[in-house]
């Protein structure tokens, strides 16, 4: 490209100018030139028109429209019972079903729903009144082992103490026993004796008066 | 673990929650009121009989020492022999007396405290105590048949080990037993069931007298 410019550069133009001489005017031309315009100029009055034409009646009809509809429609809904129309020939429960199956409703919930709102409008006393406690005091203490928990707690090291040598000593009849009955080829003992332990009885604060005494 | 909806389950088919066992180690449960061998039994047996003999030979020293109130021109030195008590020749009672004592403390003792709870204090340290055939603490009558048989013949404890009840010559023949009963407290405050048994066996004899 920068050669060619040099080329420019290096061109000579010489402008050679002269008077222009009208020629003669063409009868058949300027007639067809006026038939020309002529038929343009009605082309695009008519089109004009036209346009004009449809767009006013458009406007009209559409505003006589806006006014009659309504109340078209609203005379033909007065005559209608429309909710019976409804329930006897939409399946409601398929538009239900389709509107639920497409929306995550807990989730719905959960955005637009003041849960802690609901909660503090509740009436808490009247769900405990309904809720089970002493069942549920009882399945907690029987799950802890409450007794034993207890029982750790007061025993001291004495009660350990007797505990363990109480434990050996247990220990020491069932070994013995084991090892005559061995001796004698025999097999386990009848050890179930009448009668209840007083270690599995029940604590009563109100039989402590009580003498066995009287009793026998 | 059990949840809240499987116990509520259990309960309604009649499941009671077994709370009665307030002060025993778990694991003890299971043998409670069975009956106990020969060694559970022969250590309470040498811990009250040991008792006892402390108890004679503290009555040893308190006579002594009375002595010197009741007879001080008493010259005579430690001789336990009938002679020398005869002679005054000693502060201490014969040997034969003592031993006689002995056993007399010990059936005392051994009627007593069966009668009352059914546990000396050596049946406590062990967790045993004696029962009649039902179950029941032994009477009067039966802890003292029972404590003169077992303070003449004591080996008769040694059938325990043979028998297949786990019971002494002296349980065979006066139908008693002695059980694993691990109760910690007071042992002869009755509790529970059998207070309100009596009062009810009260209230009934009561009754009776007022038709």
Same mark, same amino acid.
């Given at each position: 490209m920068s050669s060619d410019a040099r080329e420019y550069e290096v061109a000579e133009v010489v402008l050679v100018t002269r008077a222009a001489e009208p020629s003669a005017p063409d009868p058949v031309e300027a007639i067809r030139?006026?038939?020309?315009?002529?038929? =343009? %100029?009605?082309?695009?009055?008519?089109?004009?028109?036209?346009? +004009?034409?449809?767009q006013t009646v458009t406007t009209a009809v559409n505003s006589a429209l806006d006014r009659a509809v309504p109340m078209i429609a609203d005379a033909v809904i007065d005559r209608l019972d429309l909710t019976d129309l409804v329930i006897d020939r939409v399946n409601l429960t398929r538009v239900v079903e389709s509107t639920l199956d497409g929306m995550d409703l807990t989730q719905l919930v959960l955005d637009r729903v003041d849960i802690d709102a609901i909660v503090g409008a509740a009436d808490i006393e009247a769900v405990i009144d309904r809720v089970p406690i002493i069942p549920i005091?009882?399945?907690?203490?029987?799950?802890?082992? +409450?007794?034993?928990?207890?029982?750790?707690?007061?025993?001291?090291?004495? =009660?350990?103490? /007797?505990?363990?040598?109480?434990?050996?000593?247990?220990?020491?009849? %069932? %070994? +013995?026993? =084991?090892?005559?009955?061995?001796? %004698? /080829?025999?097999?386990?003992?009848? /050890?179930?004796?009448? =009668?209840?332990?007083?270690?599995?009885?029940r604590v009563s604060e109100e039989a402590k008066g009580a003498d066995p005494r009287e009793e026998s | 673990m059990t949840t809240f909806r499987e116990y509520r389950a259990a309960q309604l088919h009649g499941f009671v929650a077994d709370r009665n066992v307030p002060a025993l180690p778990t694991d003890a449960v299971r043998f409670q009121g069975e009956r106990a061998?020969?060694?559970?039994?022969?250590?309470?047996?040498?811990?009250?009989?040991?008792?006892?003999?402390? #108890?004679?030979? &503290?009555?040893? #020293?308190?006579?002594?020492?009375?002595?010197?109130?009741?007879?001080?021109?008493?010259?005579? *030195?430690?001789?336990?022999? !009938?002679? &020398? &008590?005869?002679?005054?020749?000693?502060?201490?009672?014969?040997?034969?007396?003592?031993?006689?004592?002995?056993?007399?403390? *010990?059936?005392?003792?051994?009627?007593?405290?069966?009668?009352?709870?059914?546990?000396?204090?050596?049946?406590? !340290?062990m967790g045993l105590r004696v029962v009649n055939r039902k179950g029941a603490h032994p009477g009067w009558f039966l802890s003292l048949a029972r404590a003169l048989f077992c303070t003449i013949f004591p080996i008769g404890l040694i059938w325990v080990a043979l028998s297949r009840r786990n019971k002494s010559v002296q349980d065979v023949v006066l139908r008693t037993n002695v059980i694993y009963d691990w109760v910690v407290g007071i042992p002869w405050l009755k509790q529970g069931d059998d207070a309100e048994d009596l009062r009810a066996e009260r209230g009934g004899i009561g009754d009776e007298a007022h038709t």
């Open positions: 030139e006026i038939f020309t315009s002529s038929v =343009g %100029l009605a082309t695009y009055t008519a089109t004009t028109m036209a346009a +004009l034409v449809g005091a009882d399945y907690v203490i029987d799950e802890i082992d +409450l007794p034993q928990i207890i029982r750790d707690s007061t025993t001291g090291v004495a =009660g350990e103490a /007797l505990d363990s040598v109480r434990r050996q000593g247990v220990g020491a009849d %069932l %070994l +013995l026993a =084991g090892i005559i009955d061995r001796v %004698l /080829l025999r097999r386990g003992r009848d /050890l179930d004796a009448p =009668g209840e332990p007083e270690s599995l009885d | 061998g020969l060694v559970s039994r022969a250590v309470a047996a040498i811990i009250d009989v040991v008792l006892i003999f402390a #108890a004679v030979l &503290a009555t040893i #020293a308190a006579l002594w020492m009375l002595s010197f109130i009741i007879d001080p021109t008493n010259t005579g *030195n430690l001789t336990a022999s !009938v002679e &020398a &008590a005869a002679d005054r020749q000693t502060r201490i009672p014969p040997a034969v007396a003592m031993v006689a004592y002995g056993y007399v403390l *010990n059936v005392l003792y051994w009627t007593a405290f069966w009668a009352l709870s059914g546990r000396t204090v050596g049946n406590l !340290v």
